[in-house]
């Protein structure tokens, strides 16, 4: 059974930080590109970054420089280390294999960036 749960949202300040966490299970995450995905109401889901299996990155340009995407292999786990969040960060956040699988959408996890 195939398992993505995310982890570490909060309510947080303008410029401030987060990292989220998503912890895994019934892949082969060390040969899977990874990534995280976000959506504000009333918009699309959208990708934020993604890490292939050689630790490559890409990153939306709204969050370039701000925010980044590492992996652990040993722990199954990809995280996102987000800094100098913006309230227009706000969203709900997930991970999921990049390109996405329909049947891995888990709940998210709730980032808040008040101004």
């Known amino acids: 059974q195939v398992q993505l749960v995310e982890s570490g949202g909060g309510l947080v300040q303008a410029g401030g930080s987060l990292r989220l966490s998503c912890a895994t299970s019934g892949i082969a995450f060390a040969i899977t590109a990874v990534g995280w995905y976000r959506q504000a109401p009333g918009n699309e889901r959208e990708l934020v970054a993604s890490i292939n299996i050689l630790s490559n990155t890409n990153y939306a340009e709204s969050v370039k420089g701000r925010f980044t995407i590492s992996r652990d292999n040993a722990k199954n786990t990809v995280y996102l280390q987000m800094n100098s969040l913006k309230p227009e960060d706000t969203a709900v956040y997930y991970c999921?294999?990049?390109?996405?699988?329909?049947?891995?959408w888990g709940q998210g996890t709730q980032v808040t960036v008040s101004s």
């Open positions: 999921n294999t990049y390109p996405p699988q329909l049947r891995y």
